[in-house]
Structures are given as structure tokens and as C-alpha cells.
């Protein structure tokens, strides 16, 4: 039996406290979590920290990164969504945090 959760397929590299597997910095999207953003969420993309993450998915493999300084006529940033492996932690955890990632 593993540690994975049935709705995501992710499971956790050391157990314990993990972001969730679909998480968006705007309060309209449906996968908006306030509390997990207020922790701190980091995100390594392609083997990269990156701090310029708009919304992610880990078991989809995606993120979605602002395109330059364009906006939509709502004032809401374009976005480009980039496929590649996605592993994200709670930053107020610290060093040896566990990391939410989809399983090779």
C-alpha cells in the first residue's frame, strides 16, 4: 500500500504536510487557497526554483507564468502555461521540507 492520494496521484516524497496539487495565486479560480499561499508555497519547475508562478498543477505536469507586463482588456496578466515535472513544498517548514510530486 503507498501513501498516494486517489484524487491527485501525487504522493508526498517524505510524507506529512504537503501543498495541494492544483493551487492558483487568484482569488477568482476555483483552485484559490488563501491559507495554503499565506504558508508560503515554493515551487521547483524543471529542476529550477521559480518565483513567478501564477498557478501550477503536479499531476498534470504544468505551470502557468505571466507573459511579460500584457494584460487582458480586464487588467488580469496574459498567461503561458509550460509542461515539465513540478514538485512544490510549504516554505514555512523549512529546509528538509516534504515535496508534493507526481510519481515517474
Known sequence: MTD??????????????VPPDHLSVHPAS??????ALQR?????FKDRVRT????YSIS??????????????????LT???SGPV?????DLGEGAPVAKKDA
Open 30 to 35: 476555483p483552485h484559490f487557497n488563501a491559507e
Open 4 to 17: 498516494e492520494t486517489p484524487e491527485t496521484g501525487t504522493r508526498p516524497e517524505t510524507g506529512g504536510d
Open 40 to 44: 508560503g508555497v515554493g515551487i521547483r
Open 52 to 55: 513567478d508562478i501564477e498557478e
Open 87 to 91: 514538485e512544490a513544498w510549504f516554505e
Open 60 to 77: 498534470e505536469g504544468w505551470v502557468r507564468v505571466q507573459a511579460g507586463k500584457t494584460v487582458d482588456r480586464k487588467g488580469n496578466p
Open 80 to 82: 503561458i502555461k509550460l
